[in-house]
């Protein structure tokens, strides 16, 4: 944990110090209410898709249509989003950085309505996978600005609870593509998989219609040299229209500064992400945690619960829907606890308890499974759907909650769309990876059964050890402050001394102002 930075910033302070809270703030409440159809949306289309393929796969009518697929074939199915996904990042930044956040989840979103039309309309298996990709190809556009923007506009005593709410939203997705396909699986033809197929595109709709209502980011706005519009932002929803206020012009200064010194040191170019040693470690545990965030056991859950079900004895589809609504239910309630309470525990803690758990349950799993399977143990088996459900808090605490947090927080705004981007590079592959090798290593007859789980016990202990080694704590601090989290500290400094300056700046006029009054009247 050496080499990283920490200041007195000035502006924390004084936004922890304010005392009325956001709901009782007229412009602040708007903002965050449109928030949630604009952008918290957006990780929906991803908890739809994770559980489309879960749930359809029980649907007779879906495995019919496409020939039962098994192996790769079904492998693919299921992997053609995030390889659309890897197909459509490098170009992120582009969009991003130079038409601004909305416009990017603008871009992202009417992608997927297409790819969603596509998917519902699918005539055989290659035309579904091409929709599939062309989802994938959308997705991270919206992710990657849409996190972005949602940090960015937050007031900073609320941020992280916001950028974590923002990952929540996946189990509403989830919930309602696992209900959807549960009730139209009664339908005796196609409809009762097209029908949940074109419901995904339903977040992307809100996206389209509503994300222009939001403000710009502000640090957009300055980084284009809009310095007006940025500022009155900043004052209409951080100070509820009050131009003249202390905090609105500390805060300005912290980002003009920050994002000048920035833009000083970078080229804002993909090999600037790895020229110093802060930005080296900055890829690697982006990286890190977008592998880990599909790794560590989570897509085997998500995508193939009816083979895991299947292997220890729960065969009926009927019981495995429920069993697969209710785990979504229970991953919601668990998600939106732990963003709730993220401002409580350092992001270190959260991390650790996340993975150390995990690993804990994924063994008891693991024997358990072996007990149900090669034992033939009822009770065993049982127990099994119980460390299935008790995953999901385990998982929440840190990945789920603190992803997005996070990596808002370890980028700076120069480096922050290109790093969600290699975050989201790393994890579509490690999904790509795990939704082809999971379905082959779980069969009992081609691979080799419960005993795959094993080699998920074993992954997740070296994820345990590289976390505790290389992630920093990046709690109870502005984005501007964290901006020089592993560099130079004269930087950091250069950004708190334009926000003091800024406020001795308003003192000193302020008094001036006073004084004159002052004279005026005694003169009368």
Same mark, same amino acid.
């Given at each position: ?26 412009? %602040? ?58 197909? +459509?990042?490098?170009?992120?930044? %582009? ?12 871009? +992202? ?176 545990? +982006? ?61 270190? &803690? ?83 990876? +795990? ?6 290593? %779980? ?35 502005? %984005? ?15 950004? &708190? ?28």
């Amino acid at each position: 944990m050496v080499g990283v930075v920490q200041t007195d910033n000035i502006v924390h302070r004084m936004a922890m110090g304010d005392k009325i809270p956001w709901y009782k703030k007229n412009n %602040l409440r708007y903002l965050y209410f449109m928030l949630f159809p604009c952008l918290m949306g957006i990780e929906m289309t991803s908890g739809f898709d994770s559980q489309i393929i879960n749930a359809v796969q029980l649907v007779p009518a879906w495995t019919n249509y496409f020939g039962h697929p098994t192996g790769g074939y079904k492998g693919i199915l299921a992997s053609a989003l995030p390889l659309g996904a890897v197909i +459509g990042l490098p170009f992120i930044p %582009l969009l991003n950085d130079n038409l601004g956040r909305r416009w990017c989840v603008m871009f +992202g979103s009417i992608t997927m309505i297409i790819g969603s039309l596509i998917q519902g309309f699918a005539v055989n298996g290659a035309m579904y996978i091409v929709s599939r990709l062309i989802i994938g190809f959308g997705l991270p556009y919206a992710i990657v600005a849409g996190s972005s923007l949602i940090g960015e506009l937050a007031y900073p005593k609320e941020r992280a609870i916001l950028t974590s709410l923002f990952n929540a939203a996946y189990f509403v997705g989830a919930i309602v593509a696992s209900a959807a396909t549960y009730g139209t699986q009664q339908i005796p033809s196609d409809w009762s998989w097209r029908v949940p197929s074109l419901l995904q595109m339903s977040p992307s709709l809100l996206q389209v219609a509503l994300v222009m209502f939001l403000p710009e980011s502000p640090r957009f706005l300055i980084s284009k040299e809009r310095y007006e519009e940025a500022f009155q932002v900043l004052y209409t929803y951080h100070a509820e229209g009050d131009a003249d206020s202390e905090f609105a012009k500390a805060e300005m200064a912290e980002i003009k500064t920050t994002i000048s010194i920035e833009m000083e040191h970078s080229k804002k170019s993909w090999l600037d992400m790895l020229s110093t040693p802060g930005n080296r470690r900055r890829v690697i545990v +982006g990286s890190l945690l977008g592998i880990m965030s599909q790794l560590s056991g989570n897509v085997v859950i998500s995508y193939y619960l009816g083979d895991i079900l299947n292997l220890i004895g729960f065969t009926d589809p009927n019981f495995q829907a429920k069993y697969n609504i209710g785990n979504q239910c229970l991953g919601l309630v668990c998600a939106v606890s732990t963003a709730l309470l993220v401002m409580k525990f350092k992001r270190r &803690t959260m991390f650790l308890t996340s993975i150390f758990s995990i690993l804990f349950i994924y063994v008891a799993w693991t024997i358990s499974a072996a007990e149900a399977i090669v034992a033939g143990s009822q009770a065993a088996g049982k127990l099994c759907l119980f460390w299935i459900y008790i995953y999901q808090p385990a998982y929440n605490i840190g990945f789920n909650a603190l992803t997005y947090t996070y990596l808002v927080e370890i980028f700076p705004y120069a480096m922050r769309a290109r790093g969600i981007s290699i975050f989201q590079f790393f994890g579509k592959c490690a999904q790509f990876f +795990g939704t082809n090798v999971n379905p082959v290593g %779980l069969d009992p007859v081609t691979g080799i059964g419960w005993k795959f789980l094993i080699v998920y016990c074993g992954w997740i202990a070296i994820e345990a050890v590289l976390m505790w080694w290389l992630w920093p704590e990046t709690s109870n601090r502005t %984005l501007e402050e964290l901006a020089f989290l592993f560099e130079d500290e004269s930087r950091a400094n250069a950004a &708190t001394e334009a926000v003091e300056k800024e406020i001795h700046h308003d003192v000193k006029h302020h008094e001036e102002a006073n004084g004159s009054e002052t004279n005026s009247k005694d003169l009368v």
